[in-house]
């Protein structure tokens, strides 16, 4: 059974950095295309990072929101996905939720909610 875990998220304020991790059972991160979205209630759902599998070496795509800020990463021993959110602005408030992409099927994990706040 494929399972996704995210942790990481928290409080901090404007100018912090956090960094989210996205805990994979199941199946091998590294094969699969994953991504980080986030939700803020009363809004779209929205593609922060993604990564591509080995295969297509790993290519990384940004949010123009989070260009400079944010890096999506992976460690395959850990079997984990990561992103690392810096320089974070009071914007950046949302439940983020890692994503997983095989075909015919997306997994998804729980959430870890973010906070930007002074």
């Known amino acids: 059974q494929v399972q996704l875990v995210e942790s990481g998220g928290g409080l901090v304020q404007p100018g912090g950095s956090l960094r989210l991790s996205c805990a994979a059972s199941?199946?091998?991160?590294?094969?699969?295309?994953m991504g980080w979205y986030r939700q803020d209630p009363g809004k779209q759902r929205e593609l922060v990072a993604s990564?591509?599998?080995?295969?297509?070496?790993?290519?990384?795509n940004y949010a123009e929101s989070v260009k400079g800020r944010f890096a999506i990463s992976r460690d395959t021993a850990k079997n984990t996905l990561y992103l690392q959110m810096n320089n974070l602005k009071p914007e950046d408030t949302a439940v983020y939720s890692c994503?997983?992409?095989?075909?015919?099927?997306?997994?998804w994990g729980k959430g870890t909610l973010v906070t930007v706040s002074s």
């Open positions: 994503n997983l992409h095989r075909i015919g099927m997306d997994y």
């Open positions: 199941g199946l091998a991160v590294s094969l699969y295309p």
């Open positions: 990564i591509g599998s080995i295969a297509v070496g790993e290519v990384t």
